[in-house]
């Protein structure tokens, strides 16, 4: 196959129909690059709805054209031609490719360097667009990939930070904080990270060092106490028992308590081959009366307050 590093893949559903594209657009067909639209031309909704399927949802982009696409997404999310819906199927569109990279990318810090204006552009959207949050949410994939759950994580985060009071520079810090909180399953086997039921004891002993594994890698890179602690500390419980070091209540990081929060509230809302994805209601009745305790009680209702809100947005 065409050498892939060549390009960096971008979802279909980014690219706006019936307007001129500014960059090369290719294909993967029969493991070989095939230049399907040339910048300048445009492609119709027609065309972009049957490559969904036959080009697995993505298309491909000349590295040397990475900045045109930024520029396009950044045009696009400042237009006033988008309503909100449309600019946050865009960002979020957009970013799932990024982040993939972001966890595949064996340079740790250009990584994170790069993590910084996807936080950034979510910000934005939502200060710009007091709606764009709900819908946001409600784009939740709720499918279980390692790149789809911490994007989705770091939207929650950012939706529950708000709520609690997070100012701008918290918002960042807990932005990046939740998408690398699993930085550490880089360490762990991938045939345990991909297992298509529940993990056995020794499986799950693995497992849990990701935290450790985590810490271990951000420790070596130039990041902020949040951002480590919301990786290091995102399985610790409120009331005690969690690990990797049996912290309770206050002596969690905050940031890490909303990160404990939204990465269980994913969790149960998400399909996976062993279990039913849960509702939005549904799954944070549950943590508020199977998992009582385990949550900082104060971000627990401000969840549901989001939640809430979510809903009345959608349906006003």
């Known amino acids: 196959m065409e050498a892939t590093n060549e390009y960096f893949k971008i979802r279909i559903n980014s690219v706006h129909p019936s307007s001129p594209i500014p960059f090369d657009i290719f294909i993967s067909l029969n493991q070989k690059m095939v230049h399907y639209l040339r910048a300048g031309d445009s492609i119709t909704a027609e065309k972009l709805y049957s490559f969904k399927e036959k080009a697995q949802g993505q298309f491909y982009i000349p590295q040397d054209q990475r900045q045109i696409y930024k520029d396009y997404i950044h045009d696009r999310l400042t237009s006033s031609d988008l ?9 979020r569109e957009s970013s799932i490719s990024l982040v993939e990279e972001l966890y595949e990318n064996p340079d740790v810090a250009k990584a994170l360097a790069d993590s910084r204006p996807v936080v950034k552009n979510f910000i934005d959207l939502m200060d710009e667009e007091p709606s764009a949050m709900s819908h946001l949410i409600s784009l939740s994939s709720h499918d279980f ?12 985060a950012l939706g529950l930070g708000q709520a609690v009071g997070f100012g701008s520079a918290d918002l960042k810090e807990l932005g990046e904080g939740a998408l690398f909180h699993d930085i550490g399953k880089r360490n762990v086997n991938v045939d345990i990270i991909c297992k298509a039921g529940p993990l056995d004891d020794v499986e799950w002993a693995q497992m849990q060092k990701h935290p450790q594994f985590g810490l271990q ?70 943590m508020e009366s199977k998992l009582f305790g385990k949550y900082d009680p104060d971000m627990i209702k401000a969840m549901s307050t989001v939640l809430f809100k979510m809903q009345k947005d959608l349906s006003s």
């Open 145 to 156: 990939y390692t790149y789809n759950h911490s994007l989705d994580v770091c939207i929650y």
């Open 217 to 286: 890698i951000l420790m070596e890179q130039d990041v902020t106490e949040g951002v480590m602690a919301s990786c290091y500390e995102h399985h610790e419980s409120w009331s005690g028992g969690g690990y990797p070091q049996d912290l309770e209540a206050e002596e969690i990081h905050p940031m890490a308590r909303v990160v404990a929060l939204t990465d269980t509230y994913d969790a149960l809302t998400t399909k996976r081959t062993y279990n039913t994805p849960m509702t939005p209601k549904d799954a944070v009745q549950f």
């Open 83 to 91: 309503s909100a819906m449309e600019k946050a199927v865009l960002l």
